[in-house]
């Protein structure tokens, strides 16, 4: 497989990625709509429900511009401008790396706006004797760690992809040896 | 094998992959409603109608896992046969790639459930709708059942990150036997 096929299918799965965001961003947004009218019945802040469908908005636009208007650069950037010798080692750090970062812009497109929203409610409800204030804490927790990894894939997660190119290869290895065994 | 072969074999463990998490998660479910108001005609119903669902889902699951070679020439064709064949070490990498994807994007949902049940097991009345604390939440089925099968899901995300190494030599076992045997079938006929 060449360079050009290889940037051809980087840029095919983050179009991908980014139609999917589109999608689940509808999916979660017209619901929503349908219970703006009653949002000041829910004991919340009226404008709470705007704020966390303005981050939901402002999150999925800028990664769609990012994956669909800077897709040739990420793509260029995935398949890297090393020399391997050996073709394999090289498409499959490229496919990893791709599984990487789509993988990772997911993370952070599930984990920001959960983190928004669950630093918003803790700002808010902080100071009153609700039950409902001990749920910020863990979400917060979970949220910065889900953040923290979506960064990390985001970037390529070179080592994770090291580790697993090596195995792979080690993999195939151990089989050639165990082929003659098997048949 | 062939590349259509490879690509309709992945594409077949990875909805099996699906269908066995939604199996552990229909399974699981009735446990978790045990401690709702619901009268217990309706909950003996959902229990039977669940336990169907459960298995009809574990043996798609199995057929697409580990029984998928009719499937597979189904939808590939008979014209499939003539592509030449891939080196072996494609295969290897090829599901080792879609089992790393798939794990990636399970361990989301996961870490996501395990932060759920974790704190209401020390800390108590996170949970909604729950009022217990301590050996009482432990013990309390819907948290057995949660917890059980927030800790099910993560294994099976952190072995598929892992490459599924058991099953992707399985399966290269069960390729390399069957093409052995049709090379010494097809020795004998001549």
Same mark, same amino acid.
């Given at each position: ?42 004991g ?36 890297g ?37 669950s ?16 749920y ?22 070179p ?25 | ?5 490879l ?9 099996g ?28 119903? *959902? $229990?039977? &109608?669940? =336990?169907?669902? +459960?298995?009809? /889902?574990?043996?798609? @699951?199995? !057929?697409?896992?580990?029984?998928s ?10 014209d ?13 990498? *090829? $599901?080792? &790639?879609? =089992?790393?994807? +798939?794990?990636? /994007?399970?361990?989301? @949902?996961? !870490?996501m ?36 099968? +927030? ?40």
């Amino acid at each position: 497989m060449n360079k050009n096929e290889l940037n051809v299918i980087a840029r095919i799965v983050l179009v991908g990625v980014g139609l999917y965001v589109v999608i689940q961003t509808f999916l979660t947004i017209l619901p929503s709509i349908a219970v703006l009218p009653f949002a000041k019945d829910s004991g919340q802040p009226g404008y709470m429900i705007f704020i966390i469908l303005g981050i939901y908005v402002i999150i999925s636009a800028a990664t769609v511009y990012f994956l669909f208007r800077c897709a040739n650069s990420i793509s260029a950037k995935i398949i890297g401008n090393e020399q391997v010798d050996d073709a394999q080692v090289s498409w499959l750090s490229v496919a990893f790396r791709l599984i990487c970062v789509s993988a990772g812009v997911l993370f952070l497109y599930w984990s920001v706006p959960s983190l928004v929203s669950s630093v918003f409610m803790y700002m808010i409800y902080k100071n009153q004797q609700y039950a409902y204030v001990m749920y910020p804490r863990p979400d917060i927790a979970r949220d910065i760690i889900m953040l923290a990894l979506g960064i990390y894939f985001a970037f390529g997660a070179p080592g994770f992809v090291r580790w697993q190119v090596k195995r792979t290869l080690k993999q195939c290895s151990k089989f050639e040896e165990q082929k003659a065994s098997w048949c | 094998m062939t590349r259509p072969h490879l690509i309709a074999k992945l594409i077949l463990a990875a909805i099996g992959i699906r269908l066995f998490m939604w199996f552990i998660s229909i399974a699981s479910s009735p446990f978790i409603r045990l401690e709702t108001r619901y009268p217990h005609e309706f909950l003996s119903m *959902s $229990f039977i &109608i669940t =336990f169907a669902e +459960s298995l009809v /889902l574990l043996a798609a @699951s199995m !057929i697409f896992l580990f029984r998928s070679d009719g499937l597979m020439r189904m939808i590939v064709g008979p014209d499939a046969d003539r592509c030449p064949k891939i080196d072996v070490c494609w295969v290897i990498a *090829s $599901f080792r &790639i879609m =089992f790393c994807l +798939s794990g990636l /994007l399970m361990i989301y @949902s996961c !870490i996501m459930s395990l932060f759920y049940y974790i704190p209401t097991i020390f800390k108590g009345p996170i949970l909604p709708y729950t009022t217990l604390q301590g050996q009482e939440a432990l013990l309390s089925p819907k948290l057995l059942a949660g917890g059980f099968k +927030s800790i099910v899901d993560c294994v099976i995300a952190i072995y598929l990150i892992f490459g599924a190494p058991h099953y992707i030599r399985w399966q290269l076992r069960k390729m390399l036997v069957k093409e052995s045997n049709q090379i010494s079938g097809v020795g004998k006929h001549e």
